[in-house]
Each structure stands twice: as structure tokens, then as C-alpha cells.
């Protein structure tokens, strides 16, 4: 989202510049731009995986899987003993008694976040359901169903490639939605130290709905005004009175803070296949026509640490349950994959310089459950396409692309090759399908003499 440069500070006139005056200034406005423009190792870390994507598992459209991912992780029944994709203690209180209680967040909220953020997907709009393709990443690097942003904007691996955790936060499901779910965790317990609580007549109790207000706030940023996207309600740069917001893509989502959206969407639960995404509830926003929220959620009180924010709880509350779990619900959501251990060799010959060649080899889930891996080149030479992926073992639907298995594409650029014979070695590793890992022998032979462009070699 651009700002528009106000009225009041562009020039009232014009000037009159001559054609020699006009092309010195085109090539400065040029040459500043050039300058500006990132270099290629700036836009590789722009992303955790940039500037390619890694390839994902988009599963069926009725969203059972991912569904079933939201209601295991909202009480930490999926990754209890993993520090990093658990769901922590949820604190309880207010600002006098805060203490740490039960992990869990209303399943419901989590999948409405959700949609709001991807409309439930884990690829990109093009890839078809049920199958495998490049992976949902937006443009400021949020990742998958829940778009998770936070970790993910540079590699944060060994050899400036993406770690194991970014590597399962980008292509599979389930770590996905633990990590979203942890983050909104993470911003509600932020309270009050540095986030205000809402709920000073409940204690804060976070089975009611309603008391998650100020956290969703907070998953897209607990902005105000003078952002870049303010996200007060009260903010005079958002339309009041505003309607519901429908979830039904007949509304500017710019005219709504985000807790709106959520809030609107959580009441009006999206269908596939006659399937409601989540289970409808009319959550309470906060009333702006009761003085006591009013006062409360005034510009005045937009100040770090919001300590003057406090407000009770939304009226009428609703109280959320942990969903009940099927008894194979770990099964279904993450299997037991197993990478294929392998040694395979390919020959790639190079007739002109101007073209790369290219080859392709199979990645193979000898498990079950998405098995997600990422690729390693040992040269600079090769570009691999996708760097990382999954393969899908048996008993997952996958109709179209490469599936079931993971298709790795290894591609040569001539201009970097450093003789006109080149080996180079590629391992492939999973973060979650044991410790094997398959390794890929790459010849290169081209028939050019390679050297440095623009100079000669003496015969």
C-alpha cells in the first residue's frame, strides 16, 4: 500500500526545461533509479526462498485437512514438544493478577484468521486442489495459510539458504498453522505489558471470543493512525458508520480495520462444496456508542504501552470449546514420511552459451503424510526449480503436476560455468523425513570455450 503524496506539498508550478536540459535530467532520474534498485544478492534475501518459491501441497477444497491442522493446534495437541511450532501457555488476568494458563485459542478464530489471510490455501491462486505447486508467498514474505511473516523474510540456514523450520513453514501445512497459531499466542500475551487487555470484567478469560480483540489486532499489526494501514477503528481515515463487514468479497477490505474483517468473516463462515469453513459466531466488537469502550479506545489513548486501552469484555461474549479429535488426527496431519535416500547422476551438455540446459530428477516420499525437502547445490552454476518442495506419500489425493513425488529441476547457466567441463554435487535433505538424504552427481560439458565475456585468449 503507497501513500499519496499530500495536495498541500506539491509544487503549484510548472517549468519550462529545453530538450538538452531534459535528457540530462532523464539520465539522472535514470541513474538514481539504477542506484536504488536492489542488487541481485538484496532481492535473494528478500524472502526466505527468493527469488524463487519453493513448491507446496495444496489439499482438497473443502479444506479438511487444513481444518482438522486449526483444531489440533488451538489446545497444543499437534506439536506439544517442539519449542518452536507449540502453542505456549495462554496468559489470564488483568493487568493486577496476569498468570499463565491452559495453551489455547477458539479453533474457530483460527481458521476465520485464516481466510482473511489466504482464503484457507497453502499455494498459489493457479495451482489446482489436490495437488503440488508453488507455494502461497506474498509480497512482504507472509507464507502459507496463515501468511506467516515473522522469521520468514530472510534464509536463516546454513550457506544463506532457509532453515529447516522456514523450510516447514513454507510447504507444509501443519507447521504452518502451528506457527500462525503460536503468533497469535505470542500477541495476546504481550499483554499488558505492551499490548492492552480487553476483558477487565471476565479476567480476561480466553475461551471468550470477544477477548481476543486487541490479539487479532495485533496478528496484522497493532497499528494506528499515521501507518501506513492504520488499523483503529476509531482511525478518521476509515469510514464511520461502516457496515458488517460480509466476507463474501462484495466490500473494500481497505474501508475496515483488520480485527473487522476477522470478526465479520468469523459470523459468516465461507462454504465449499455445501461445507462451512468454521462454525458461524456473531462475535461482539467493542460498542463505540458505550462510553466506557469509547473513552477507552480514543486517539488520545493510541500510546505505547496502551495501558489507558483496557476494556470489558464485548457483549454478548461466546465461549469457545476445544474441538474433539479424531484418534488418528496425528496420522492424517503429518504421517511418517521418509525421503528416499538415493544416489543419481544426470549429464547436461551445453551446445550454445546463450542457452541453459537443463534436466530433471525425481524426489520420492517412501512414507506417508507430505514430506517436505530442500535442495543444496554445490556450484553456483546450477539453478534448482523448485529450491524446496514436497513429495506426498501414499494415501494422499494428487491428481495433476508432479505427484505424487517431488520434481527437482536442475538448470545451467553457461555464463557462470567455470571450464567447459564442470561437475557439481546436489543434496537433498528433509526436514521432517529422517536422515537420509539423496544426492544428485551433475556433469556439465559444453561445446564453447568458456571465458570471461568481452576479452580473448591468446592462441
Keep these: 500500500m503507497s501513500e499519496a503524496t499530500p495536495t498541500s506539498s506539491r509544487p503549484s508550478h510548472r517549468r519550462l526545461i529545453g530538450r538538452g536540459q531534459l535528457l540530462l535530467l532523464a539520465a539522472a532520474v535514470l541513474g538514481a533509479f539504477v542506484a536504488l534498485m536492489p542488487r541481485a544478492a538484496d532481492h535473494a534475501s528478500a524472502c526466505a526462498f527468493d527469488p524463487l518459491r519453493p513448491y507446496a501441497y495444496e489439499a482438497d477444497q473443502t479444506r479438511t485437512a487444513y481444518r482438522l491442522a486449526f483444531d489440533a493446534v488451538s489446545s497444543n495437541a499437534l506439536f506439544a514438544n517442539d519449542p518452536f511450532f507449540s502453542l505456549p501457555p495462554i496468559e489470564r488476568g488483568t493487568r493486577s493478577n496476569r498468570a499463565n494458563a491452559e495453551a489455547f485459542i477458539p479453533a474457530d478464530l483460527l481458521k476465520a484468521v485464516s481466510w482473511v489471510e489466504s482464503d484457507m490455501t497453502m499455494a498459489q491462486r493457479a495451482v489446482p486442489f489436490d495437488s503440488i505447486g508453488e507455494a502461497l508467498v506474498s509480497f512482504d514474505c507472509g507464507h502459507g495459510l496463515t501468511q506467516v511473516t515473522t522469521g520468514m523474510t530472510v534464509p ?30 505470542e500477541k495476546w500475551n504481550t499483554a499488558p505489558e505492551q499490548r492492552p487487555v480487553v476483558g477487565t470484567d471476565t479476567n480476561s478469560d480466553p475461551a471468550l471470543i470477544e477477548n481476543w480483540y486487541y490479539a487479532v489486532w495485533g496478528y496484522n499489526g497493532f497499528t494506528g493512525p499515521g501507518s501506513n494501514r492504520s488499523n483503529h477503528p476509531l ?52 460498542d463505540q456508542t458505550n462510553p466506557v469502550v469509547f473513552s477507552a479506545m480514543a486517539i488520545g489513548n493510541w500510546s505505547f504501552p496502551y495501558s489507558n486501552m483496557d476494556i470489558p469484555t464485548p457483549q454478548p461474549a461466546h465461549v469457545a470449546t476445544a474441538p474433539a479429535l479424531p484418534g488418528d488426527y496425528r496420522t492424517r496431519l503429518l504421517g511418517a514420511p521418509i525421503l528416499q535416500p538415493s544416489t543419481q547422476s544426470v549429464s547436461i551438455r551445453l551446445n550454445d552459451p546463450t542457452s541453459n540446459g537443463r534436466a530433471t530428477v525425481t524426489i520420492t516420499n517412501a512414507g506417508t503424510g507430505v514430506l517436505s525437502w530442500i535442495a543444496e547445490p554445490s556450484a553456483n552454476f546450477l539453478t534448482l526449480t523448485p529450491p ?19 520434481t527437482l529441476t536442475i538448470e545451467v547457466n553457461p555464463t557462470l560455468l567455470p571450464s567447459s567441463a564442470a561437475n557439481a554435487t546436489i543434496t ?32
Design 388 to 406: 524446496g518442495g514436497v513429495a506426498l506419500g501414499n494415501g494422499l489425493a494428487c491428481t495433476t503436476g508432479s505427484c505424487p513425488h517431488g
Design 235 to 286: 482511525d478518521p481515515s476509515l469510514p464511520w458508520p461502516r457496515p458488517s463487514f460480509q466476507c463474501d468479497g462484495t466490500q473494500s477490505r481497505e474501508r475496515y480495520p483488520y480485527q473487522e474483517l476477522v470478526w465479520g468473516c468469523l459470523a459468516r463462515p465461507a462454504t465449499r462444496n455445501n461445507t462451512a469453513m468454521w462454525t458461524a459466531i456473531p462475535a461482539t466488537l467493542p
Design 156 to 185: 536463516l540456514g546454513a550457506n544463506n539458504l532457509p532453515s529447516d523450520r522456514q523450510v516447514l513453514i513454507a510447504t507444509h501445512y501443519a507447521y504452518n498453522v502451528a506457527r500462525g497459531a503460536q503468533i497469535m499466542a
Design 428 to 459: 537433498v535433505r528433509s526436514p521432517n523425513g529422517g536422515s537420509g538424504t539423496m544426492r544428485i552427481n551433475v556433469s556439465v560439458v559444453a561445446d564453447f570455450e568458456v571465458g570471461a565475456p568481452g576479452t580473448s585468449r591468446a592462441r
